[in-house]
């Protein structure tokens, strides 16, 4: 049913060629809403950009919750780039472009890698990924100075 002030649009063909698969990054950046909210510029407490800062830095407090991390840093540059880093474990290298591009793909769905975890769907860091213009993901082996 239809308010008097809509107008029903033309009629469309609609065949099998107007159905297509996404990939997950593709997926994200076609439809942002769906994992972050609104996109926004950063000037409002809700715009997205605040979204994915939280799912890197959740990421951090879980290492840090599983003994694993012993120091959080979070750097702005003059630049309005962020760093975090959080001398933890890192994500294993044979799977660092799975779990930073793959929805659904990660460690927290069962226990034996993270007892505890803020973040829990897959989807943080791939929506980083794939909303951002640049993004450097490192692990480092070098163990941290005892202070």
Do not use: C, W
Not at 3 to 9: E, R, T, V
Not at 87 to 104: D, F, H, T
């Amino acid at each position: 049913m239809t308010d008097n002030n809509d107008q029903l649009l033309p009629q469309t063909d609609y065949q099998e060629d107007n159905i297509r698969h996404l990939s997950d990054m593709e997926h994200v950046r076609t439809r942002p809403g769906m994992y972050i909210g609104r996109l926004g510029d950063g000037s409002q407490a809700e715009d997205g950009i605040y979204v994915l800062l939280k799912e890197v830095i959740d990421n951090s407090i879980d290492e840090f919750k599983m003994n694993a991390g012993r120091r959080i840093e979070v750097n702005i540059d003059e630049n309005l780039r962020v760093s975090v880093r959080d001398y933890g474990r890192g994500i294993p290298l044979g799977k660092l472009v799975e779990a930073v591009s793959m929805l659904n793909t990660g460690a927290k769905y069962d226990s034996n890698a993270f007892k505890k975890s803020v973040g829990l769907n897959g989807v943080g860091l791939k929506a980083v990924n794939a909303t951002r213009s640049h993004i450097i993901s490192r692990r480092s082996v070098q163990p941290l100075p005892v202070l």
